[in-house]
């Protein structure tokens, strides 16, 4: 009787960690939204279009910067003076407050999230478990931005770990939290694979010496490719989202061999 042929099991990493904004979901499209309504807030009428486009060259930055930039390009310091009512508060900050009351009920909405999600990646974390031992998110957001959007996607039990800004003392392009998540998990960054879409999320992994690979957005393809020209990742790192989980599945069974 012949014996019956059993195939070996698919190759498996340790640690399969995603980013969250700009990777699973068109966060930065909706921030620029927020920021674009909190300046008409301020001043009926503005344009909103050159509000979104302005905010795009700011991508990677911190809030606080942003938000001292917008304010100076679009000369809204009067109108933002004015609406603090006397409070003793910079104009930056009056404007991200209004900003970020807009941006919380945009992550409360579940349809406005769901319609926002990047559907590649979205599909490779739904069949991570075949990859990686363990899953988890890695985000530069505070707890109540990333916990929204697992909330409004049902996602919570798709990851491991979740590391946010409020676990590290440092965020991206600071490998902090990608130590955290492998301390967490027990992995080591040989045996890690990270999802990436910007420049910081990029040299973050890199410092953690975990491979990432990078699936650039409109507002972050131009500064990857810088990095390519700089030799700080490999051309084979950056990714067309439809070739995603092609490159995974290679980069994985690569690594485990």
């Not at 995603?18 to 008409?40: H, P, V």
């Not at 999600?117 to 899953?135: I, K, N, S």
């Amino acid at each position: 009787m012949a014996s019956e042929q059993t195939s070996s099991p698919p190759p498996v990493i340790r640690l399969l960690a995603f980013d969250l904004d700009g990777t699973l979901i068109r966060s930065e499209e909706l921030k620029a939204q927020s920021y674009a309504w909190a300046a008409e807030q301020l001043r009926p009428g503005i344009d909103r279009g050159e509000v979104e486009r302005a905010y795009g060259h700011l991508v990677g930055h911190s809030r606080e910067e942003i938000s001292r930039s917008l304010v100076d390009t679009f000369s809204l310091a009067p109108e933002a003076r004015e609406h603090a009512s006397g409070a003793s508060r910079e104009p930056w900050q009056t404007y991200v407050g209004i900003r970020l009351e807009r941006y919380r009920a945009m992550l409360a909405d579940r349809d406005l999230v769901r319609a926002n999600t990047w559907p590649e990646a979205a599909a490779l974390l739904e069949q991570a478990r075949e990859v990686a031992e363990r899953v988890a998110l890695v985000t530069t957001s505070e707890c109540w931005a990333a916990t929204a959007v697992l909330n409004a996607l049902d996602w919570h039990d798709h990851f491991d770990a979740v590391v946010t800004a409020d676990d590290v003392p440092s965020v991206k392009p600071h490998p902090a939290g990608y130590d955290l998540a492998m301390e967490r998990l027990g992995a080591r960054g040989d045996r890690t694979l990270a999802i990436e879409d910007s420049p910081a999320g990029l040299r973050a992994a890199l410092a953690a010496g975990i491979q990432p690979l990078a699936v650039p957005t409109h507002y972050t393809r131009a500064r990857v490719a810088k990095m390519v020209e700089a030799g700080e990742v490999g051309a084979a790192a950056v990714v067309a989202p439809e070739a995603l989980a092609e490159t995974v599945h290679r980069r994985v069974s690569e690594m485990a061999g």
